[in-house]
C-alpha cells in the first residue's frame, strides 16, 4: 500500500466544489476522506488514516468526522450534482433515463442502527443489512447515482402510537399479538396503516419503499424543471398508486 505524502491531483481538483458544505476543519478531512478512498486498499477508518506520512493524526479525528460532524449529507449530494452538471462528458441529457433501484448493504451482524434481516435475491438467503432506495441518471456517455435515501424497518411502538394519535381505530381483539405473535401484530399495524396512509399525518409514520422511491422522483423533477426524463424500474415497482404519480403527477413516461 502506497504512503500519501499529499492529496491526489484529483481531490486538489475538484474538492473546492465542496468546500462551502463544510467547515475548514471539516473539509480538511473529507479530503483526505476522499483521497483514502481513492487510494487505500483498505477501506476502513484505520487503513485510510494510516496512510497518510505527512500530516500524521489520530484515527479518532476522522472516526468523529464521519459520525459525529454536522455538515448536511443533502447538500454534499446536490454540490456532487452541480460538479458533475458542470462538466460536458456528465451533463444530463434529454435522451437520458432515470432508473429507480435497491441496493442491499450486507453486515456481518447485526448491531447497527437501522439494520434488519432481508432477503437477499443475489444470494438467494437472508441477511442483515441495510437496505438503499436508489435513483440513478443514464445515458449513452455517462451514468452515475442521483439520489438515495435509507429504508428503515417500521418500528411498531411508534407505530401503534402514531395511529392512535392520528385517530385510527384499533380492533381489541388484536391487542394479545401484542405478546402471543409480535410479528402477527407487526404485520396487522402495517395494513391499518396502508389502508389510511392516504392521510399525510399518517403516512409519515412509515416510509415504504415505494414512498421513498416517489418522494426522490418528485424532488428529482422539482430539482431539473427541463428534465422530463423516462423512469424505469423492475415490477416489484409497478404498484398502481406509484404509476399514477409518475402518470399524472410527474407527467414521466
Same mark, same amino acid.
Given at each position: 500500500?502506497?504512503?500519501?505524502?499529499?492529496?491526489?491531483?484529483?481531490?486538489?481538483?475538484?474538492?473546492?466544489?465542496?468546500?462551502?458544505?463544510?467547515?475548514?476543519?471539516?473539509?480538511? +478531512?473529507?479530503?483526505?476522506?476522499?483521497?483514502?478512498?481513492?487510494? !487505500?486498499?483498505?477501506?476502513?477508518?484505520?487503513?485510510?488514516?494510516?496512510?497518510?506520512?505527512?500530516?500524521?493524526?489520530?484515527? @479518532?479525528?476522522?472516526?468523529?468526522?464521519? #459520525?459525529? !460532524?454536522?455538515? @448536511?449529507?443533502?447538500?454534499?449530494?446536490?454540490?456532487?450534482?452541480?460538479?458533475? @452538471?458542470?462538466? !460536458?462528458? #456528465?451533463?444530463?441529457?434529454?435522451?437520458?433515463?432515470?432508473?429507480?433501484?435497491?441496493?442491499?448493504?450486507?453486515?456481518?451482524?447485526?448491531?447497527?442502527?437501522?439494520?434488519?434481516?432481508?432477503?437477499? +435475491?443475489?444470494?438467494?438467503?437472508?441477511?442483515?443489512?441495510?437496505?438503499?432506495?436508489?435513483?440513478?441518471?443514464?445515458?449513452?456517455?455517462?451514468?452515475?447515482?442521483?439520489?438515495?435515501?435509507?429504508?428503515?424497518?417500521?418500528?411498531?411502538?411508534?407505530?401503534?402510537?402514531?395511529?392512535?394519535?392520528?385517530?385510527?381505530?384499533?380492533?381489541?381483539?388484536?391487542?394479545?399479538?401484542?405478546?402471543?405473535?409480535?410479528?402477527?401484530?407487526? +404485520?396487522?399495524?402495517?395494513?391499518?396503516?396502508?389502508?389510511?396512509?392516504?392521510?399525510?399525518?399518517?403516512?409519515?409514520?412509515?416510509?415504504?419503499?415505494?414512498?421513498?422511491?416517489? +418522494?426522490?422522483?418528485?424532488?428529482?423533477? @422539482?430539482?431539473?424543471?427541463?428534465?422530463?426524463?423516462?423512469?424505469?424500474?423492475?415490477?416489484?415497482?409497478?404498484?398502481?398508486?406509484?404509476?399514477?404519480?409518475?402518470?399524472?403527477?410527474?407527467? !414521466?413516461?
Amino acid at each position: 500500500m502506497l504512503p500519501l505524502v499529499e492529496l491526489p491531483a484529483i481531490v486538489r481538483h475538484y474538492a473546492p466544489w465542496f468546500a462551502a458544505v463544510f467547515s475548514p476543519e471539516a473539509f480538511v +478531512q473529507f479530503q483526505r476522506y476522499v483521497s483514502g478512498l481513492i487510494m !487505500s486498499e483498505n477501506k476502513t477508518v484505520e487503513g485510510i488514516n494510516r496512510i497518510f506520512v505527512i500530516d500524521v493524526r489520530n484515527q @479518532s479525528s476522522l472516526n468523529r468526522w464521519l #459520525t459525529g !460532524s454536522p455538515f @448536511s449529507v443533502e447538500a454534499l449530494n446536490q454540490a456532487r450534482l452541480k460538479l458533475l @452538471s458542470s462538466l !460536458s462528458g #456528465t451533463q444530463m441529457q434529454l435522451k437520458g433515463v432515470l432508473s429507480v433501484d435497491e441496493t442491499l448493504l450486507t453486515h456481518y451482524g447485526k448491531h447497527f442502527d437501522k439494520i434488519a434481516y432481508l432477503y437477499d +435475491q443475489t444470494q438467494g438467503c437472508y441477511v442483515w443489512a441495510h437496505h438503499l432506495v436508489n435513483l440513478h441518471y443514464s445515458d449513452d456517455q455517462t451514468d452515475y447515482p442521483v439520489d438515495f435515501r435509507l429504508w428503515e424497518p417500521v418500528e411498531v411502538d411508534e407505530l401503534e402510537a402514531g395511529l392512535k394519535g392520528a385517530g385510527v381505530p384499533l380492533r381489541a381483539s388484536k391487542y394479545p399479538l401484542k405478546a402471543s405473535d409480535p410479528q402477527k401484530w407487526r +404485520q396487522y399495524l402495517l395494513e391499518v396503516w396502508r389502508r389510511h396512509q392516504k392521510t399525510l399525518e399518517v403516512q409519515q409514520l412509515y416510509h415504504r419503499k415505494l414512498l421513498l422511491a416517489q +418522494q426522490r422522483l418528485t424532488q428529482f423533477f @422539482s430539482d431539473h424543471p427541463p428534465h422530463h426524463l423516462p423512469v424505469t424500474f423492475d415490477n416489484w415497482y409497478t404498484h398502481p398508486a406509484f404509476c399514477r404519480v409518475l402518470d399524472q403527477t410527474l407527467q !414521466s413516461a
